[in-house]
């Protein structure tokens, strides 16, 4: 993913769990950049600013990794449904990355466009264990620029 200045975002409102997958992911090989936000607003305010300032030329990507249970008005599962239907911001790989583990949320993420499903475990080793293959499954991982402008 490196060579392809793809950016990973972390959307999650517990700042531990953050930290736990940005420590793991750089345990796992990737050396992308990270960014962080703290809400469902603030996810889609990164993604329009970073989408408008964005050439249609550039080869740069996004991928979005999200929390579903996020205090506030948006949470990840509107997040999710506001990125997947803007045509600027539907090809963005959205990963949900939560302690959600609902049949029901599964099906509802997926209807709705996520790509990929991955429930964090309770327990720190498990949870550990997640992300780093998390970690190895982002490595080889192909995303599509995001360089298309917001209308």
Known sequence: MAASRVTILIVDDDTGH????????????IDNPIDTVNSGQD?????????V?????????????????????????EVLRRLKSEAATQLIPV???????DP??????YALGCNVYVTKPVDPSAFMVA??????FLSVMS?????????
């Open 95 to 101: 990963v949900m990355l939560t302690t959600a583990d």
């Open 18 to 29: 953050i930290a736990l997958v940005r420590r793991h992911l750089r345990r796992a090989g």
């Open 143 to 151: 995303v599509p620029k995001y360089g298309l402008r917001l209308t």
């Open 53 to 77: 300032h964005e050439q249609s030329t550039s080869d740069a990507g996004l991928l979005v990794l999200l929390d579903i249970n996020m205090p506030g008005e948006i949470d990840g599962i």
């Open 43 to 51: 996810a889609l305010d990164y993604v329009a600013r970073t989408c």
């Open 104 to 109: 029901r949320e599964v099906d509802r993420c």
């Open 131 to 136: 992300i780093r293959r998390l970690g190895q």
